[in-house]
């Protein structure tokens, strides 16, 4: 007999049948594309593309970014930084000076950006190559509309699969091919989505059983260099209903931030309160005043059973852009789950936690 379900938020997706229609969903992606299982792969795999008789391919990349990512592709690219911020509107463009033939990866951080500036760029830089990082929104209207020479996204991001990502050429142009079958670590991850939903249900399983085998999983699949999606994920794609999941994702931000504005809070606000129509961000985004506010608001969620993730730290296993600004806020910046695992209930719960601690916080401060 199962006990009472449990209450947790964060972490990795576990599996539902809920997610999942009886026929095949509107098809958001292009028809031609190619399914890796990870983006990381994606990016491993574009240099045989484009073959240099000297020199590495020289990538840049925004400062704000994933480091555990760069440290990677620093390994087949001569990287280049620029600076974009999810704190500015813009990316800065005099911080970007590519010369012909080098690749551009420009990302909408947060799935709050808009496209046309990128579009306005590269129609003036016509000798390098765009692609543009779409994981968190991966059917925006940006993504929609794309006219770069390549556009890819992590749906494994924001989609309840094991792994997966796709890219697909707007402008036509040749797609990288996976070198390698399918990852080991897709399998390890879908056994912990089962043995995780498993767990919330109240089965005595467990919660160490489920995280080795996310932990082994995660592992496995980003130590792959151009693996193709697993079985399962390329199976399920189809019939997963993306157009609820999302609807129901920007319900729970929009009510995460309705509830937090509520009253002001000192130390914390929110990275954002609006986005482009169309657009669901990736999740509910805090910006703290300072890292002892961010790791305390931290330590204590997962007291309360909630896990936000810091999207990114850096420098990360001494891997950094040495941007000022992107290091100053990877310290501060806070991701809040609300994604469309949670009910609206589950949302107040979660600012119930933010807004007690931040209380605390101010009144321990004013002592």
């Not at 983006?39 to 990349?61: A, D, E, M």
């Not at 046309?116 to 390098?128: E, G, L, N, R, Y």
């Not at 009910?343 to 979660?350: F, N, T």
């Amino acid at each position: 007999m199962l006990k009472e379900k449990r209450w947790e938020v964060g972490s990795e997706f576990d599996w539902s049948n809920d997610t999942v229609t009886s026929s095949l969903s509107k098809t958001f992606f292009p028809e031609t594309h190619k399914l890796f299982s990870t983006g990381r792969s994606i990016l491993l795999s574009l240099p045989p593309l484009f073959k240099r008789h000297q020199s590495r391919l020289r990538l840049h990349l925004p400062s704000f970014f994933c480091m555990d990512v760069a440290a990677d592709l620093s390994k087949v690219f001569e990287l280049c930084w620029y600076r974009d911020m999810p704190t500015e509107l813009l990316p800065d463009f005099n911080s970007l000076n590519p010369l012909p033939g080098d690749l551009v990866l420009s990302v909408n951080l947060f799935g709050i950006k808009e496209g046309k500036v990128w579009q306005d760029w590269a129609s003036q830089h016509k000798d390098i190559i765009l692609i543009e990082d779409h994981t968190h929104d991966p059917i925006s209207p940006w993504a929609q509309q794309s006219t770069a020479h390549y556009a890819m996204a992590s749906v494994r991001k924001t989609l309840p699969i094991p792994d997966g990502a796709i890219i697909w050429s707007p402008q036509k142009l040749q797609l990288p091919q996976p070198a390698l079958g399918e990852p080991s670590g897709a399998y390890k991850k879908l056994i912990a989505m089962l043995l995780k939903r498993a767990y919330l249900s109240g089965a005595n399983i467990s919660k160490d059983a489920y995280r080795m085998f996310q932990i082994e999983g995660e592992q496995a699949l980003n130590a792959e260099t151009s693996s193709a999606a697993s079985s399962f994920t390329s199976n399920i794609l189809n019939y997963l209903n993306i157009s609820e999941l999302r609807k129901k994702r920007e319900l729970n931000i929009k009510q995460f931030f309705y509830l937090l504005l509520t009253e002001t809070h000192s130390n914390c606000k929110p990275l954002f309160t609006t986005w482009s129509s169309g657009a669901v961000p990736f999740n509910s985004i805090l910006v703290c005043a300072n890292n002892e506010v961010r790791e305390g608001l931290r330590k204590f969620l997962i007291s309360q059973n909630i896990f936000a993730t810091v999207h990114w730290q850096q420098p990360f296993k001494g891997f950094s852009a040495n941007d000022s600004m992107a290091i100053d806020l990877s310290n501060r910046i806070l991701t809040i789950p609300t994604d469309q695992r949670y009910s609206l209930d589950d949302i107040e719960r979660i600012v119930s936690n933010i807004t007690e601690f931040l209380k605390t916080y101010d009144h321990i401060a004013a002592t």
